[in-house]
């Protein structure tokens, strides 16, 4: 419980921070919109956890099927004076997906907010991956704590990070919500074998 209020706390800072963003893009972009999306939009946050964010909006999103990484990463790159502009440095990260990572300081001198900030293409399943987990938590109760003690183990354990081979929060949310509807099976199963 104590976590879960902590990351319902960590949201408020969040909140703002995005409107703050979605302002920075809209005057760069006036039709683009920011939204929300992996754990903090799925209620399956941590206090840690960072906040994932996309543009949908922007020319590269409307393009070809696949926006080329460099128009990706020039479209990003005109955010980022407008982003510096609100007092928040943006570093760029070229990969498959470019995203330009955010780092806003707490007050009191708690652990920073980490924010990511990527494009809609339509190779960009965030969304969609968000509306699927969304469902999995509201059809399965269990679903939220158990991913959130998982992440928090994952995290002291150095595993959280799959850029140093640690497993993805979606990736964790799936494997749990598949033993979740797997468990009642398996127990059945358990209980045939031990009575024959």
Known sequence: RGELAAAAAADHPACAIRSRIQAAVASV???????????????????ASDVDLV?????VSAGSAAPSVEGQVEALQSLQPRLEAIGLAATLQRC??????????????????????????????????????RW?????????????????????????????GGLSSYALTLMAASFLLLAPRLRSERRQQQQQ
Do not use: M
């Open 29 to 47: 972009h006036p039709a683009a919109a920011v939204f929300c999306y992996g754990s903090r939009a799925t209620g399956l946050a941590s206090a």
């Open 55 to 59: 543009v949908v909006g922007l020319p």
């Open 96 to 133: 498959a997906v470019p995203v330009l990572n955010i780092e806003v300081a707490a007050a009191g001198g708690g652990a920073p907010l980490k924010l990511d900030l990527s494009l809609q293409t339509r190779l960009h399943s965030g969304l969609a991956a968000a509306q699927l987990v």
């Open 136 to 164: 999995l938590a509201s059809s399965l109760p269990p679903l939220r704590p158990l991913v959130v003690v998982l992440k928090e183990l994952l995290r002291r354990h150095g595993l959280k990070a799959t850029y140093t």
